[in-house]
C-alpha cells in the first residue's frame, strides 16, 4: 500500500504536539488525516474508494474504527 513521505517541515510541530498530547506521532498524523477526509465530498470517488478497500481487504466500518490508540 502506497505510503506518502509527510514533507520535512511537519515533522518539527508533529513531533512536539505528539509530545504534549502524550501520543505517538502517527497518532497525530492518522487523526489529522481522519478529520481532513471526513470533511471532503466522497461522492464523487466513492466507487474507487470501495475498489481499493476491496483490493486491500478493508470494508468501511473498519476504515472509520482504525484509530490508533493515545500511548501511554
Known sequence: MYSPKI????????????????????????????????????????DLIAASERRYGLHPAQRTAARIAPRR
Do not use: N, S
Open 7 to 46: 514533507p520535512e517541515h511537519f515533522i518539527p510541530t508533529l513531533h512536539h504536539l505528539a509530545r504534549l498530547r502524550g501520543q505517538r506521532m502517527t497518532a497525530v498524523v492518522a487523526e489529522a488525516i481522519e478529520q481532513y477526509v471526513a470533511r471532503q465530498d466522497l461522492a464523487p470517488v466513492a
